[in-house]
């Protein structure tokens, strides 16, 4: 049920009666490969085809901005099917400015390929909290491989200009820091396979989120080029082009962590349909946490089952699957014991300060949550009847909605705060959650 209130929308959510018993949920396309691979098909040479393509506003940021650079992107099957023909390693427009709203992976992805396949000026920009995502990292690498890359306002934050003066890249070596956001790095190595001569990128401190990383090289290799790295601390990339490719996109495993995080909230079992241990998405790994915290996990060639048990709390490192941290926070709250999550200091510059953010709202619920430069710290009541529904500020940010609505598995008159903002990922979220709630409503009845 929605309601506006003192001009924000909410959504006050029902709760779950009956746990989800044996129950499957499926999961729209990862908006990470979806983006990548839309990048690569739009520089390569030849009509590529992308089959259970994720279609939200951060895809359709990439879209639109592929669009305005003269790349035809042809959409079908609702979005899901997604044809381009590319421009094989020069985009048409000579100029363009592109609104990226707050999409990371667009913004970054599109300043570095534009730098090596542009051919003239381009602005990017976006909305203010994209203005306080860093991207000074990149813009001094890319200058380092011969662009023309500045902040317009000399922050080192959006709006970003990029200037071509002369087709590409040269390509040269490269410094970048590893511990801020591993875009940076994934932009880089898909844009200098165009440069004019070979690349190196050698890593400073601690890569974060490296999954994204293997992602972002397990895709290039689909499109046709192949890169080296030593340790994922140096990477080298010779010049090449990119071959069109017909592209199957896995189902988003950050989307299904909710999901395997409702089985264990509530102690029942849902299969997400179309992932397995084989994903190139690291946040499968979620369901190892789930494991350590008294879940039962099952793996077939269906999908990846969770079912709840006893929870306990855990102490684990997330620094390779951050974008889950929301959701094992929310599972936190019904465990035994404390959670302390480790080594995800990066996340304090994704769509908000999501550490502050955390805590703020686990406190709502009755919780102790204590913020820490590299994570978190969650003690939930030695009483779980202690725990609270509260109103849930989502801060613009897509998994605090999603993550928060879990709380719904167990108390009544949770509300959430601007339910919108799910549709920078999943656009379907809320009708694929309470469908799930109703089925598992009538199959108790």
Request: with cysteine; net charge neutral.
């Amino acid at each position: 049920m929605s309601e506006t209130s003192s001009q924000v929308a909410t959504r006050l959510l029902p709760r779950w009666t009956q746990p989800p018993r044996d129950l499957e949920a499926r999961v729209p396309g990862s908006k990470s490969l979806t983006n990548r691979a839309l990048i690569l098909a739009a520089v390569a040479r030849g009509r590529s085809v992308l089959t259970g393509a994720l279609d939200s506003d951060d895809t359709r940021v990439m879209r639109r901005a592929l669009d305005r650079l003269g790349v035809s992107v042809r959409a079908a099957d609702g979005g899901s099917t997604l044809t381009v023909d590319g421009c094989s390693g020069r985009f048409p427009r000579e100029t363009a400015e592109l609104e990226c709203g707050n999409s990371g992976t667009s913004l970054r992805f599109l300043a570095a390929m534009l730098a090596a396949a542009g051919r003239g000026p381009y602005r990017l920009d976006g909305n203010p909290r994209m203005r306080q995502r860093p991207a000074a990292d990149l813009i001094q690498a890319l200058n380092g491989l011969g662009a023309f890359a500045s902040s317009e306002l000399g922050t080192g934050y959006p709006p970003l200009l990029i200037r071509v003066e002369e087709p590409g890249l040269d390509g040269g070596f490269a410094f970048v820091k590893g511990d801020v956001s591993s875009q940076f790095l994934s932009a880089l190595l898909m844009a200098l396979p165009l440069a004019k001569g070979p690349s190196s990128i050698e890593v400073e401190g601690d890569l974060v989120s490296k999954p994204y990383v293997t992602m972002t090289m397990k895709m290039m290799e689909h499109f046709g080029v192949i890169i080296s790295n030593r340790d994922f601390k140096r990477f080298n990339i010779r010049p090449s082009a990119y071959t069109a490719a017909h592209c199957a996109i896995e189902p988003d495993a950050s989307a299904a962590s909710y999901f395997w995080a409702l089985a264990a909230i509530s102690g029942g079992s849902v299969r997400v349909v179309g992932l397995d241990d084989a994903s190139v998405q690291g946040d499968v790994a979620f369901v190892q946490v789930l494991e350590h915290m008294g879940c039962r996990v099952d793996r077939n060639a269906r999908g990846i089952q969770v079912a709840g048990g006893p929870l306990r709390g855990v102490d684990v490192d997330m620094n390779a699957i951050s974008d889950t941290v929301m959701t094992l926070a929310v599972v936190a709250l019904f465990a035994e014991g404390p959670t302390r999550i480790r080594r995800v200091g990066h996340i304090r510059h994704k769509e908000t300060d999501r550490i502050a953010a955390l805590a703020t709202e686990l406190r709502k619920f009755g919780a102790e949550a204590i913020a820490h430069p590299d994570g978190l710290t969650i003690l939930p009541p030695s009483d779980p009847a202690q725990l609270v529904p509260a109103r849930v500020s989502t801060y613009d940010d897509h998994r605090m909605a999603m993550a928060f609505a879990l709380t719904s598995a167990r108390l009544e008159g949770v509300i959430i705060e601007d339910p919108g903002c799910v549709a920078k990922t999943y656009p379907g979220f809320w009708e694929d959650f309470e469908a799930l709630r109703l089925q598992a409503q009538a199959s108790r009845e």
